[in-house]
């Protein structure tokens, strides 16, 4: 089974769960005193996608402003991002469309997007709809989730809507046809990974 490995980066304001999200995913641990991030942190999980093997390469960068100018070198190169706002935060999901519009304007080009809703155990005190969050990233092309890593709701399914989205390996190129390739034209792989 080939093995893919994926550079996925976490974006979005500071405190909506974006390290929260990791650890749930890797660890199945959640940590109510976490701390905030520092520059950036980096783990990695495998899961099976069809023929594949995903290994996300996951950096989970700092949501405070004074790590800003860092994200580019985490973002760049990257298969996909999941941009994370608080569905109990309205000024998140306005921070959530600047890194958007950022990823837009110098993110890898065909960048899969992923909007995570997170915090959705709150909901009784949400200030962002999941209509309008959904609206939204149909608008961008994104993948629209809401998520607890709290009680651990939707939190796998970010990443596996990410591996859906993500084209399969020209099966040319990782050899699972070797002898056709001999006689084959060179193709490009569609292989976005880092
Ligand atoms: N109720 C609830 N709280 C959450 C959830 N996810 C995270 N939190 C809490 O929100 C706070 C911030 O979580 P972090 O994961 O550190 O947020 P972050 O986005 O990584 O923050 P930075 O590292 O500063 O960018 C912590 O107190 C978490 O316990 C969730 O799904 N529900």
Known sequence: ????????????????????????????????????????????????CGNELHKFLIWDT???????????????GSAAAVIVY?????????????WVKELKEHGPDNIVMAIAGNKCDLADIREVTFKEAKEYADSIGA??????????????????????????LDPYENGEIGAMKLGRPSLQSTNRCC
Do not use: W
């Open 1 to 48: 089974m080939a093995i893919r490995e994926l550079k996925v980066c976490l974006l979005g304001d500071t405190g909506v769960g974006k390290s929260s999200i990791v650890c749930r995913f890797v660890q199945d641990h959640f940590d109510h005193n976490i701390s905030p991030t520092i520059g950036a942190s980096f783990m990695t999980k495998t899961v099976p």
């Open 62 to 76: 700092a949501g405070q402003e004074r790590f800003h100018s860092l994200a580019p070198m985490y973002y760049r």
């Open 86 to 98: 608080d569905i109990t935060k309205q000024d998140s999901f306005v921070t959530l469309k600047k």
């Open 143 to 168: 993948i629209a989730v809401e998520t607890s890593a709290k009680n651990s709701i939707n939190i796998e399914e970010v990443f596996q809507g990410i591996s859906r989205k993500i084209p399969p």
